[in-house]
T-cell receptor, first 114, second 112 residues
Framework: DAGVIQSPRHEVTEMGQEVTLRCKPISGHDYLFWYRQTMMRGLELLIYFNNNVPIDDSGMPEDRFSAKMPNASFSTLKIQPSEPRDSAVYFC????????????FGQGTRLTVV | GNSVTQMEGPVTLSEEAFLTINCTYTATGYPSLFWYVQYPGEGLQLLLKATKADDKGSNKGFEATYRKETTSFHLEKGSVQVSDSAVYFCALTPTGRRALTFGSGTRLQVQP
């Protein structure tokens, strides 16, 4: 298996533009997570899905952020409009089943908003 | 709420030295505890885990024991290598939840 695949790996955009980050989870995994990593705040959970349904979006910073999972093999995180403070590394992770199972992380998307 | 506290880094050691990275947690119930490792430019990888009190997780020479009485899950390795240089994250999942709550991470630098 290729693991969790995120695209793009790097994104540089101007303030005010729309940004879409993409994630393909590991086949057969029923949980998908979006995390954000910054120097100031560390790793924060933004949202997670179970069987394509959002379960907890309390970490989404504000209405500018939205996430979707239209099917079991694809998810997007959209920021519109983007701001410089959104600059961070965004990770997608997936896991399978109940209990304390391992979450597999993608390599992340480094977003820079100028 | 749930939280994880790790020792500040960076931790700089010589090769073959003994490693301890402290981790304490706050959570209700009986969380599961994890150590993840992040190598430069990569995502996080699970290093080890423990799901109940007194469990010991181990992998690649690293160990950590779930101590409920001290709410701790300290990471140890008897002899570090240069290739162990990375950022180490302690994390938990509360009872009945799936999302991880991470500590701030501890950077380990091992010098030859």
């Amino acid at each position: 298996d290729a693991g969790v695949i995120q695209s793009p790996r790097h994104e540089v955009t101007e303030m005010g533009q729309e940004v879409t980050l993409r994630c393909k989870p590991i086949s057969g995994h029923d949980y998908l997570f979006w995390y954000r990593q910054t120097m100031m705040r560390g790793l924060e959970l933004l949202i997670y899905f179970n069987n394509n349904v959002p379960i907890d979006d309390s970490g989404m910073p504000e209405d500018r952020f939205s996430a979707k999972m239209p099917n079991a093999s694809f998810s997007t995180l959209k920021i519109q409009p983007s701001e410089p403070r959104d600059s961070a590394v965004y990770f997608c992770a997936s896991s399978k089943g109940q209990g304390a199972t391992e979450a597999f992380f993608g390599q992340g998307t480094r977003l820079t908003v100028v | 709420g749930n939280s994880v506290t790790q020792m500040e880094g960076p931790v700089t050691l010589s090769e073959e030295a003994f490693l301890t990275i402290n981790c304490t947690y706050t959570a209700t119930g009986y969380p599961s505890l994890f150590w993840y490792v992040q190598y430069p430019g990569e995502g996080l990888q699970l290093l080890l885990k423990a799901t109940k009190a007194d469990d010991k997780g181990s992998n690649k020479g690293f160990e950590a024991t779930y101590r409920k009485e001290t709410t701790s899950f300290h990471l140890e390795k008897g002899s570090v290598q240069v290739s162990d240089s990375a950022v180490y994250f302690c994390a938990l999942t509360p009872t009945g939840r799936r999302a991880l709550t991470f500590g701030s991470g501890t950077r380990l630098q091992v010098q030859p």
